[in-house]
């Protein structure tokens, strides 16, 4: 193999997965074996439960994906594994198997930031964006706006002051019960809304909009979420919340939602374009905006965003959801992307992983 070739390894958080992605992007071999069904039904990650899962099965998705790239540990130029942020027990697994792994072997290893890695996934799917771009990164762990202006260079314009979207999205599912609906089975809990308010009415429950006198790029998804837990509880209370008979009034109630989450981030995605565009901090004309994070994969958000970028002139690049949910391919390639600038190389000895940051 004449390209470089990176091993990537991620257990942040409840999927433990593993990629070997080539210098020009090429997905070589990967596997991942995804505790979503599990915590779904426990309604939550439970850290030791999921620290328990990642050692079953890390040495399984590393192999096996080394094995789908037809090549042995020796074949790599450089393993690349999460080191932040995550679960700290998650990241613990993912950092003490990489150390026996690379044990008596000089490989160079490279340390990578979840987050950084979903941004620049983008840059794999589409070799056209370059430095500087907006990125929008809405999970089940994180939500936050930043300028990407290098690989390991991110300007923060705005987080979440409480909860993540995702954590929203999971939150309103299970209030709901979606999950025990048969069609349901195996979806996270975006997926089961997403679905759910397919035909619902967006405006049966009007809020008013979120952190609308705070001028930033801030986010809250709590009080929200709130307000629509307490819908669901007061539907419950009257009419007796039977999915199988009150069907409008559930997606109608998942509908909303989704919109109130899409006006809050169009709103925040429409003032960190303008704010970037005043203080050059993106080109004026075909400025990239990428969306990523578990979030993202949801469609009817996707469209919502699109119209906002549309509307300021800029363009709106998402990963296609596989890219988009946790997975080894982004490490990778955040691997590749920091061999290119050669900085990225560490000792692995004195790395530590570090749960927030
Ligand atoms: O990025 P991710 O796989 O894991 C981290 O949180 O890092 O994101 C998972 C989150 C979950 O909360 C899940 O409910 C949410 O992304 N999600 C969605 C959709 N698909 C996944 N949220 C809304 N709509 C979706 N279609
Ligand atoms: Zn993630």
């Not at 983008?122 to 936050?144: K, N, Q, T």
């Not at 969306?291 to 469609?299: I, K, M, R």
Request: hydrophobic share 40%; net charge negative; charged share 20%.
């Amino acid at each position: 193999h004449s390209k470089r070739i990176v091993l990537g390894i991620e257990s942040s958080c409840d999927d433990t997965a593993a990629a070997v992605v080539d210098e020009a992007g090429t997905v070589l071999g990967e596997a991942i074996n995804s505790q979503t069904e599990l915590h779904v039904e426990v309604g939550g990650i439970v850290p030791h439960v999921a620290r328990d899962l990642h050692q079953l099965h890390i040495d399984d998705v590393v192999q096996s994906t080394l094995h789908n790239a037809g090549i042995s540990l020796e074949d790599v130029d450089a393993v690349a594994t999460t080191v932040k942020p995550g679960l700290h027990m998650s990241l613990d697994v993912g950092m003490k198997y990489t150390k026996q792994l690379l044990k008596n072997t000089w490989k160079p290893f490279i340390p990578i930031h979840h987050m950084e890695a979903h941004a620049l996934t983008a840059r794999m799917i589409d070799s056209s964006i370059e430095f500087p771009f907006l990125v929008l990164l809405a999970s089940g762990g994180h939500c936050l706006l930043a300028v990407a202006e290098a690989v390991d260079h991110f300007l923060l314009l705005g987080k979440s002051l409480d909860v993540a979207p995702g954590d929203s999205f999971d939150k309103i599912a299970r209030a709901l019960k979606l999950v025990l609906l048969p069609e349901y089975q195996g979806l996270c809990g975006g997926a089961a809304v997403e679905l759910m308010a397919k035909g619902g009415d967006p405006h049966a429950f009007v809020r008013t909009p979120i952190m609308q006198a705070h001028v930033n790029c801030d986010f809250s998804f709590s009080g929200v979420q709130t307000r629509f837990e307490q819908q669901i509880e007061k539907q419950e209370a009257e009419l007796g919340l039977d999915l199988n008979r009150v069907l409008p009034s559930v997606s109608d109630i998942c509908a909303s939602f989704q919109y109130n989450i899409l006006q809050h981030l169009s709103n925040r995605v429409q003032r960190a374009i303008i704010f970037c565009h005043r203080e050059k901090l993106l080109p004026l004309n075909d400025a990239t905006v990428v969306l990523s994070g578990g979030v993202a994969s949801n469609q009817f958000l996707r469209q919502g965003l699109q119209r906002v970028c549309e509307a300021h002139g800029t363009r709106l690049v998402c990963p296609p959801p596989k890219l988009c949910t946790d997975n080894g391919i982004m490490i990778a390639w955040n691997g590749i992307e920091k061999l290119k600038t050669g900085l990225g190389i560490e000792d692995i000895n004195s790395v530590e992983v570090l749960p927030r940051c």
